[in-house]
């Protein structure tokens, strides 16, 4: 059973930096387009980064310059590299990730639990 488990949150002062995982286990055959959302209270979840298997990424705009989205495909990890923090970033991240299981050839998407982030000013 697939399953994504995020870690690396918790509390930073406004102009920090936090280092966000996701690891992927489970009947994996191969993994293509892994993103990363969040959700701040009281408002819908955002989409804040992707990347493809082969490497390229896509940021949303309120990201673009601080976060960096990589991947280790030998460990089905993803990160989020966060920095220059601010409060507006506060909420529960969450990555998702599109998995081929062996023996389907179908792409389903899965979630994780999220993770915690929370800037103060």
């Known amino acids: 059973q697939v399953q994504l488990v995020e870690s690396g949150g918790g509390l930073v002062q406004a102009g920090g930096s936090l280092r966000l995982s996701c690891a992927a286990s489970g009947g994996i055959y191969s993994i293509n387009d892994m993103d990363w959302y969040r959700q701040a209270p009281g408002k819908q979840r955002e989409w804040v980064a992707l990347i493809s298997s082969g490497g390229s990424t896509n940021y949303a705009d309120s990201v673009k310059g601080r976060f960096i989205i990589s991947r280790d495909n030998a460990k089905n990890t993803l990160y989020l590299q966060m920095n220059s923090l601010k409060p507006e970033d506060t909420g529960v991240y969450y990555c998702?990730?599109?998995?081929?299981?062996?023996?389907?050839?179908?792409?389903?998407?899965?979630w994780g639990q999220g993770t915690q982030v929370t800037v103060s000013s």
């Open positions: 998702n990730a599109d998995i081929v299981r062996p023996g389907t050839f179908l792409q389903d998407s899965y």
